[in-house]
């Protein structure tokens, strides 16, 4: 089985400060773990995906996300966050073994809000 | 490329209505999925297609019906309609069968029933 949990419904944060959107995942196996941002009347959009190698893995928009296999979790980062950032993020993941589902599963959604 | 398309951006039905929501991919994916998406639920997946001809389903199938006649479109229909049913509804796809594909979402749907 494999699940995701985003722990915060809701993160602020002022304009130019770093922000950290949290997420913590479960597999029977190693992951595959992704993040997706959904702005106001859209479909998602992919931010960043961790497959393998480095734990540090950096995607669109100057946002990044630290994969930490000991405290199985996939962070989402950014060194100063911008009005436009505001949107609904996503973690997904999906088991790597062969017999896991490949059929990603949603986290529950984290809305950030990034005030002037 | 257009991505994946959906048809119609809004929907209201009465209940006990059916209807069909249309959902196409022009960028020959294999894998097509449908997922409605309600406040602190996140996204819930109805069901899913890994080819044409293939179907099966997710976490929330009851209620919805759907069919995958060739690679390009896979309609998602509501056999008759319940409240319960109000959501947004969003289609994806992605190219293969590899875990670490992407997924491409469309504009969604937003349904509400009556």
């Known amino acids: 089985a494999q699940s995701v949990a985003q722990p915060e419904d809701q993160v602020n944060v002022a304009e130019g400060n770093p922000l950290t959107v949290k997420c913590t995942y479960s597999?029977?196996?190693?992951?595959?773990l992704f993040w997706y941002v959904q702005y106001p009347n859209r479909g998602l959009q992919f931010l960043l995906k961790?497959?393998?190698?480095?734990?540090l893995v950096k995607g669109s928009y100057g946002f990044e996300a630290e994969f930490n296999k000991s405290q199985t979790s996939f962070h989402l980062k950014k060194p100063s966050a911008l009005v436009s950032d505001s949107a609904l993020y996503f973690c997904?993941?999906?088991?790597?073994?062969?017999?896991?589902?490949?059929?990603?599963?949603f986290g529950r959604g984290t809305s950030l809000i990034v005030h002037p | 490329n257009a991505g994946v398309t959906q048809t119609p951006k809004f929907q209201v039905l009465k209940t006990g209505q059916s209807m069909t929501l249309q959902c196409a991919q022009d960028?020959?994916?294999?894998?097509m999925s449908w997922y409605r998406q309600d406040p602190g639920m996140g996204l819930r997946l109805i069901h899913y297609?890994?080819?044409?001809?293939?179907?099966d389903q997710g976490e929330v199938p009851n209620g919805y019906n759907v069919s995958r006649s060739t690679t390009e479109d896979f309609p998602l229909r509501l056999l008759s309609a319940a409240p319960s049913q109000t959501s947004v509804y969003f289609c994806?796809?992605?190219?293969?069968?590899?875990?670490?594909?992407?997924?491409?979402f469309g504009p969604g749907t937003r349904l509400t029933v009556l």
């Open positions: 994806a796809s992605s190219s293969s069968g590899r875990r670490t594909d992407t997924q491409y």
């Open positions: 597999v029977s196996g190693n992951p595959y």
């Open positions: 960028m020959n994916h294999e894998y």
């Open positions: 297609s890994v080819g044409a001809g293939i179907t």
């Open positions: 997904a993941v999906r088991d790597r073994r062969s017999g896991g589902s490949y059929i990603p599963t």
């Open positions: 961790y497959i393998t190698g480095d734990n």
